[in-house]
């Protein structure tokens, strides 16, 4: 019984942090292309400030967060610049488990969403977009 429990805690914690990563990643594709500097940026957030959260409080956790990185590094490279479609994906994750989204977690999504759009030269118009759209699902 406890190994089903903790195979089912550790699917949805990789599950929700792979969610996040293609949010960053349909916010960094939202101009149809993904720069570097969108990239690196998001490592920094994710070392400094992901890993440090209140959120991750145990070691198997701290290794899920890395998700966001991996999900997003491997879209890049894999996928087409369909931010729409990952978007939309995070928007029906985030509707299926709100309970995973506590103040914290939105207010560091919104930060990270904000930094990672502002990394290449200001904000563009379909970040500010994104960006606006993203703050009005979270307050919901």
């Not at 994906?89 to 995973?100: G, I, Q, S, V």
Request: no cysteine.
């Amino acid at each position: 019984m406890i190994f089903v429990k903790m195979t089912t805690k550790k699917k949805m914690t990789h599950t929700f942090y792979q969610n996040i990563g293609k949010l960053f990643y349909a916010l960094a594709a939202s101009d149809k292309q993904v720069r570097d500097e969108e990239f690196n940026k998001l490592k920094v957030i994710v070392k400094k400030q992901w890993l440090n959260a209140e959120i991750v409080k145990d070691d198997l956790n701290s290794k899920a967060v890395y998700q966001i990185e991996y999900v997003f590094e491997w879209l890049n490279k894999n996928e087409k610049l369909n931010a729409k479609m990952y978007f939309d994906d995070f928007l029906k994750y985030k509707e299926k488990h709100p309970l995973l989204f506590t103040e914290a977690i939105k207010k560091l999504i919104l930060k990270t969403a904000h930094a990672i759009a502002a990394s290449f030269s200001g904000l563009n118009k379909s970040e500010l977009i994104m960006l606006a759209k993203l703050d009005i699902e979270l307050k919901r």
